[in-house]
Each structure stands twice: as structure tokens, then as C-alpha cells.
Nanobody, 128 residues
């Protein structure tokens, strides 16, 4: 089992930027795909962005494309989500997740059911 810890959330004005981090631990291998999801109040959790273990493939939700960038740290057990041009609609709890079974599979990266372990989430609040 992988433990995930998100950080970097906070309160920011519209148009601002944040960088979310997710650090994974508990497994000797850091060979896994990683993804970010979010859940706004009263809404279902939705896909935001994902990256394969190699970093060769990244995918984004249409709503964040061009504003969000997912990347992996040099120590591959870390993933970042750089968020810019924040909008009030981006307000949500952001969750990190990993898929330990198919680390470089390029399909179904948007599918929550693919992911095997989840973090507790970090709150992002965007004021208008």
C-alpha cells in the first residue's frame, strides 16, 4: 500500500497561482502512474490531470488544459500540479492518487477506478 500526502493548497485570489505537491511513501518501488482529482462542494469527484510513471504521457481535463501542469519530481515518488490563472470554479479539495499496477499504461488515466491508493486531499479556495 502507498501512503500519499498532498500539500500546497490554500486561499488565493482569482488569477493567482499555486503549486500542489504529492509525496508517496510506503513502497520500495516508485514505479506508478499518478493523478490529480478534485471535488467541489456538492459535486462528484472529477479528473484533473495524470502522468505515467515514465513521464512520457500526461493528460488533462478540458477545463484545466493550458492552466494546469502536472510533472514528476526528480525523486519519482513526487508529483506536482502547477496551477495558474485560478478561477473560483477551481475551488475544491484536490486529491492525489497512484496506480501501482500499470505504471505506464496510457489509457484510462482519467478513470478514477484505475487508481489503487488515494491521499486525504488538500483544499484550494479561490476568491473572486
Amino acid at each position: 500500500q502507498v501512503q500519499l500526502e498532498e500539500s500546497g493548497g490554500g486561499l488565493v485570489q482569482a488569477g493567482g497561482s499555486l503549486r500542489l505537491s504529492c509525496a508517496a511513501s510506503g513502497r520500495t518501488s516508485s514505479n506508478y502512474a499518478m493523478g490529480w482529482f478534485r471535488q467541489a462542494p456538492g459535486k462528484e469527484r472529477e479528473f484533473v490531470a495524470a502522468i505515467t510513471s515514465s513521464g512520457a504521457t500526461t493528460v488533462y481535463a478540458d477545463s484545466v488544459k493550458g492552466r494546469f501542469t502536472i510533472s514528476r519530481g526528480n525523486a519519482k515518488n513526487t508529483v506536482y500540479l502547477q496551477i495558474s490563472s485560478l478561477e473560483p470554479e477551481d475551488t475544491a479539495v484536490y486529491y492525489c492518487a497512484v496506480d501501482t499496477r500499470f505504471p505506464n499504461l496510457r489509457v484510462r488515466l482519467r478513470d478514477q477506478n484505475r487508481y489503487t491508493d488515494w491521499g486525504q486531499g488538500t483544499q484550494v479556495t479561490v476568491s473572486s
